[in-house]
C-alpha cells in the first residue's frame, strides 16, 4: 500500500504539473468489497484524459468538464480483474460521490486545482 501511496503521489506531482485554472485535483478511492485497491489523487485538465495504471491490479482513465450549473461531469474508464467500467458522474466541487457497480464501488472528490505559485 506504500508503494501505492508512493505512486499516487508521484504521479500527482509529474505528468500534469503545468495546470490552469480549468484543472482539477481528483481524489479517488477504488474498492473491491471491503478491500481498498488504490486511492490516488491526479490533476486532470479540463477535457483532457489522465490515466493511473497500478501493475495488475486496476487501470483508472479520467477526463473531467465543468458544467454551465458549476458541477463537474467525470468520466471514468475502470479497468479491473478483466472487467471494464465506464461510470458518468455529475458531482459537486469539493463534495465526495461515489457509485456501486457489483462489489468495485468507486468514490471521488473533486477540487478546483490551484497550483502553488
Known amino acids: 500500500m506504500n508503494k501505492l ?3 499516487s503521489s ?3 506531482l509529474s505528468g500534469q504539473a503545468i495546470a490552469d485554472d480549468d484543472s482539477y485535483l481528483v481524489r479517488c478511492v477504488l474498492s473491491d468489497g471491503d478491500r481498498v485497491l488504490g486511492s490516488p489523487a491526479v490533476v486532470v485538465e479540463s477535457g483532457q484524459k489522465a490515466t493511473v495504471s497500478v501493475s495488475d491490479t486496476y487501470s483508472l482513465s479520467l477526463v473531467a468538464e ?3 450549473d458549476g458541477r463537474i461531469q467525470l468520466s471514468a474508464d475502470i479497468q479491473l480483474q478483466g472487467e471494464s467500467h465506464s461510470p458518468v458522474l455529475l458531482v459537486k466541487p469539493d463534495q465526495e ?3 456501486q457497480i457489483g462489489d468495485t464501488s468507486f468514490s471521488v472528490t473533486v477540487s478546483h486545482y490551484v497550483p502553488d505559485r
Open 10 to 12: 508521484a504521479l500527482l
Open 66 to 68: 465543468p458544467q454551465d
Open 97 to 99: 460521490t461515489a457509485v
Open 5 to 7: 501511496l508512493a505512486l
